[in-house]
């Protein structure tokens, strides 16, 4: 069964070749490259001349990057995405920081201008799928099980599942938590992170990874602002050690407030990604 | 697939480049590595962590510095124009078979 979504596929029979289109070729499960071969038979203890086994002894050079399988799939869905004029981003932050509150808003904000579909992680549940389906748009969950992050290959099985559109926006909801999805390129055009003002402003400082590898910073839940001490030029400027270029929105997606740049920053994403696939 | 066109039948030693950088802890690492390998051919294998020290080009002092810490200011002149050098290695270096 699929690890990722429980759909009957396998999340990781394209570990051999990041070119294989994602999860659903299950024929090949035990490719070359599968770590543990289980038909392969051999007994140490049987061996009948120790010296001469440690006399074989070589080295290979292997000089593979272990993260670079998922960034070989990364630039493959980057790619797809471009091809077909999708503006992906990945929507990172730690849990409760109003991610699923603040897609739907969005989408009930920018659903007449372009398709949108969604990819939901999470390491449990579907309720935010479910959350984001009230909306009308079509959404992916991706159940982590034990994961904290969601990976390009998860990326490109839920792609496959929900077909996204040429010209329409996929927005990625990635698992909450602020350390481990830095580490993992989905093939997104942009990451956006999240930060609500309940969270403390020195979270650029604590969690710098994140924060340096996002091109966006939403401050959210800023009608929550004057209740608690949360220095909001202070936190953008530590962002701004990190990501001196890093766009900052300040908004409420409770009361709507500031969500219209956001809006118009989405918005502009469309119209220059419609230029090259015109082409 | 590396170890297999090798035809050999055991893998004694497993070195891996990790760079302080990452985020990945090599105690951590190894822990994992040594229970996932148990049951393959590289059951017992010395797993051989080299550690990648960061390093990073400052652009105002025109020269590499060393960094502990990714995106800590540089050590010599207190600046953040920096470009990561090393240090963000995650590698399977090289495996030794038998």
């Not at chain 1, 990781?12 to 294989?20: L, N």
């Not at chain 1, 292997?62 to 960034?71: A, F, I, K, P, Y």
């Not at chain 1, 910073?217 to 990190?242: G, M, Q, S, W």
């Not at chain 2, 920096?82 to 399977?92: A, F, Q, W």
């Amino acid at each position: 069964m699929c690890t990722t979504c429980g759909c009957g596929g396998s999340s990781d029979d394209d570990r051999a070749d990041p070119g294989h289109d994602a999860h659903h070729a299950h024929g090949e499960e035990h490719d070359a490259s599968h770590p543990h071969d289980h038909g392969h038979t051999h007994d140490h203890a049987t061996d009948p001349d120790p010296e001469s086994a440690a006399a074989r002894r070589r080295l290979i050079q292997v000089e593979q990057d272990v993260l670079g399988r998922n960034n070989g799939i990364a630039a493959l869905n980057r790619q797809d995405f471009s091809r077909r004029g999708i503006v992906a981003l990945n929507f990172v932050s730690s849990p409760g920081s109003g991610k699923t509150t603040l897609l739907c808003k969005t989408i009930e904000a920018l659903k007449a201008d372009a398709p949108i579909t969604v990819i939901e992680g999470d390491q449990r549940t579907s309720y935010d799928a479910e959350r984001i389906r009230s909306t009308g748009i079509p959404a992916f969950q991706v159940n982590t099980g034990k994961a904290c992050h969601l990976d390009a290959a998860m990326v490109r099985h839920a792609i496959d599942h929900l077909g996204p559109t040429q010209g329409s926006f996929l927005f990625i909801e990635n698992v909450g938590n602020l350390v481990c999805p830095a580490e993992f390129d989905l093939g997104e055009q942009a990451r956006i992170v999240i930060l609500s003002v309940t969270e403390g402003d020195d979270k650029p400082l604590k969690y710098a990874p994140i924060f340096a590898a996002s091109d966006v910073l939403i401050l959210n839940k800023i009608d929550l602002a004057p209740y608690v001490d949360f220095d909001i030029p202070r936190c953008i400027a530590y962002a701004r050690e990190l990501r001196p270029d890093i766009e900052v929105f300040k908004l409420s997606s409770r009361t709507g407030a500031g969500l219209e740049n956001w809006i118009a920053w989405l918005r502009a994403r469309v119209v220059r990604q419609e230029a090259p696939a015109t082409r | 697939m590396v170890f297999e066109n090798a035809g050999a039948a055991r893998v004694v030693r497993i070195g891996i480049d990790i760079g302080d950088l990452t985020g990945f802890e090599p105690d951590a690492l190894a822990f994992c590595l040594e229970a996932l390998i148990d049951p393959t051919t590289a059951a017992g294998a010395t797993i051989d962590l080299v550690r990648i020290p960061g390093s990073g080009f400052c652009h105002t002092c025109t020269r590499e510095v060393a960094l502990a810490r990714r995106y800590d200011a540089c050590p010599e002149c207190g600046g953040l124009d920096i470009d990561l050098r090393g240090g963000r290695e995650l590698r399977l270096r090289e495996l030794e078979v038998e």
